[in-house]
């Protein structure tokens, strides 16, 4: 019984029609190209951003080194230099506080070099590697 049950199933599956795929001619090909053609272009750029951002995770573990520059001429009262430096410790530079305004200028300048490193990132740095890793492919 089993036998002539399967051969049924066999058989009746033979003549049935695959409706799984719909031909398709040339130029529903191309209609169908121009109109995903931005979506395809704007698919292809995610992944060449996620490419580079595993290329950004691997120079994030390398040490960061900051240089600053100021030259300040002018009146030295109460002349604040930079006092914030993004990514890195800052420095400000500030003139002698007088008991008046003076208008004696001065010149003055500020040189700083900041190396910053995580070298104690606890794994962070990889699992980012990995992370961007995995989001590219």
């Known amino acids: 019984m089993k036998l002539?049950?399967?051969?049924?199933?066999?058989?009746?599956?033979?003549?049935?029609?695959?409706?799984?795929?719909k031909k398709l001619s040339l130029k529903e090909a191309i209609q169908m190209g121009v109109a995903n053609y931005g979506t395809v272009k704007a698919?292809?750029?995610?992944?060449?951003?996620?490419?580079?951002?595993?290329?950004?995770?691997?120079?994030?573990y390398l040490p960061n080194l900051n240089l600053g520059t100021q030259v300040d001429y002018g009146t030295v009262n109460i002349l604040y230099g930079p006092s914030y430096s993004f990514g890195g410790p800052g420095a400000a530079s500030i003139g002698p506080p007088l008991p008046t305004q003076n208008w004696n200028a001065a010149f003055g300048s500020l040189y700083l070099t900041n190396v910053n490193w995580d070298f104690f990132a606890f794994g962070r740095s990889?699992?980012?590697?990995?992370?961007?890793?995995?989001?590219?492919?």
């Open 4 to 21: 002539l049950f399967i051969s049924f199933l066999v058989a009746s599956n033979l003549w049935t029609p695959l409706f799984a795929q």
């Open 43 to 60: 698919k292809k750029q995610y992944a060449a951003a996620s490419k580079a951002e595993v290329v950004q995770a691997k120079r994030d």
């Open 126 to 137: 990889r699992e980012k590697i990995h992370t961007a890793m995995a989001t590219a492919q």
